[in-house]
């Protein structure tokens, strides 16, 4: 930058980088809204060794309990054993593996799509999706509360990105309604991955249709839990691939493993290998990864038992919560928000429950909106019944602010 100073120009030193970063930081330290990294020696179901103590963990995505299934294990170690750690290369060089083939095929199969496509992690599918499609005088139509890969995608593609409030469909109609003549996408999360609660779904799906845009759906935390044999949130609510023609969804989530796929019609697929640049320009999951979440596939679809305990599990805690008063979410995933409000109040609670050997993550800004920190909970088939109870326990004698008090901005 060049500043005139009467005739004279005087060149204003060019800002450092780390120095403003630094800035930034101290200030979220001021705000007491730092995120701290905390290291896990052992992972045994869900319990956490760290350091030398032992915690009681309820914030794992491990929805299913799979994450260590000796089977996935069994899988990932012969697997190995073929093909080495790596998979030495992008899909389209030779990365791409039987037994990736393998789990796009079954992948494809369970949620009722002509085909699937593996993407390294989520965060990738989600940016390939958008970036493939979209461009430069296209919108892209959004609940506020989408998962923030969504709404970087948006960036990334060049599209007018329009947000509307959770869950709203009528602002979603005149938002698109407002540009008749673009190309849209609507993008929203299935469940919601702080809030727990279900998008509307068949609404949105019918506002699609109506408008002529194409519906993306990031069942991220649907899949495995949600639908008939853990198909999602976008099969229990009996949509196809005509209603919902992007479905995106995790692996690293109730399946346990790590890694993402896109599934739909062949020619969506057909494109995204063509112009997807999060797909091409990246090393492909490793193909003992892949091999796992075959293995986590076929475990989620048959061992029905699984999503029974995990219901179970949640419908006593929110009977449990519901007794002591407690300012839970409208959620009936495995997700379950305490709303807590101040984001002081969410780190003091978490620290307390910390004191009682249980780890629950205090959900802050800018995660959630200001005003509506919270706790959050997860709930896992790895539990027990016991192990609720003892969450119960230790937030009864916690002072938190009772159903009456959620906080203002209580938008579930
Ligand atoms: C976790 C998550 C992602 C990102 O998936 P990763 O595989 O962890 O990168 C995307 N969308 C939603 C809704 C999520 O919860």
Redesign the pocket.
């Given at each position: 930058m060049r500043l005139a100073v009467g005739k004279a120009v005087v060149a204003a030193p060019r800002p450092d980088l780390l120095e403003r970063l630094a800035v930034q930081t101290a200030k979220r330290s001021g705000d007491h809204l730092l995120r701290r990294l905390r290291t896990i020696d052992r992972a045994d179901g869900p319990w956490l060794d760290v350091g030398n103590g032992r915690l009681l963990s309820f914030c794992s995505?491990d929805y299913l309990g799979l994450a260590q299934h000796p089977q996935l294990v069994a899988a990932l170690t012969r697997a190995a054993r073929e093909h080495g750690v790596g998979s030495t290369s992008a899909h389209l060089i030779c990365g791409h593996r039987a037994e990736h083939a393998e789990l796009e095929e079954a992948l494809a199969v369970w949620t009722g799509r002509e085909r699937a496509l593996l993407?390294?992690?989520?965060?990738?599918?989600?940016l390939g999706v958008l970036q493939a499609l979209l461009a430069r005088g296209d919108i892209c139509v959004q609940d506020k509360l989408?998962?923030?890969?969504?709404l970087d995608g948006a960036k990334l593609s060049g599209a007018e990105l329009k947000r509307y409030p959770h869950a709203d469909v009528e602002a979603a109609t005149r938002q698109l309604a407002a540009s008749p003549d673009a190309a849209a996408l609507l993008a929203t999360?299935?469940?919601?991955?702080m809030d727990g609660d279900v998008a509307p779904l068949r609404e949105l799906a019918a506002l699609c249709a109506r408008e002529r845009a194409t519906l993306l759906v990031?069942?991220?935390?649907g899949l495995g839990v949600l639908g008939e044999h853990g198909a999602g949130s976008v099969s229990a609510a009996d949509l196809g691939q005509h209603e919902v023609p992007l479905l995106?969804a995790?692996?690293?989530?109730a399946l346990g493993c790590?890694?993402?796929f896109v599934a739909g019609p062949a020619a969506l697929i057909e494109g995204l290998i063509q112009f997807a640049r999060p797909y091409i320009y990246t090393t492909a999951m490793p193909p003992a990864l892949a091999a796992a979440a075959l293995e986590a596939v076929q475990l989620a679809q048959v061992e029905g038992w699984r999503r029974e305990k995990l219901f179970a599990l949640i419908a006593r805690f929110r009977r449990g919560a519901t007794e002591l008063g407690l300012p839970l979410a409208v959620s009936a995933s495995a997700i379950q928000p305490l709303l807590l409000g101040s984001a002081d109040a969410a780190l003091a609670a978490a620290q307390a429950l910390e004191r009682h050997g249980l780890l629950v993550s205090a959900i802050r800004p800018p995660t959630v909106p200001p005003g509506q920190a919270r706790l959050r909970i997860t709930l896992s088939a790895a539990h027990e019944e016991a192990h609720v109870d003892r969450l119960l326990g230790a937030l009864e004698t916690l002072r938190l602010p009772t159903a009456h008090q959620a906080t203002p901005g209580d938008h579930v």
């Open positions: 995505n993407f390294s992690t989520g965060y990738m599918a989600n989408n998962h923030a890969c969504l999360d299935g469940v919601f991955s990031d069942d991220a935390h995106m995790t692996l690293g989530k790590m890694g993402a």
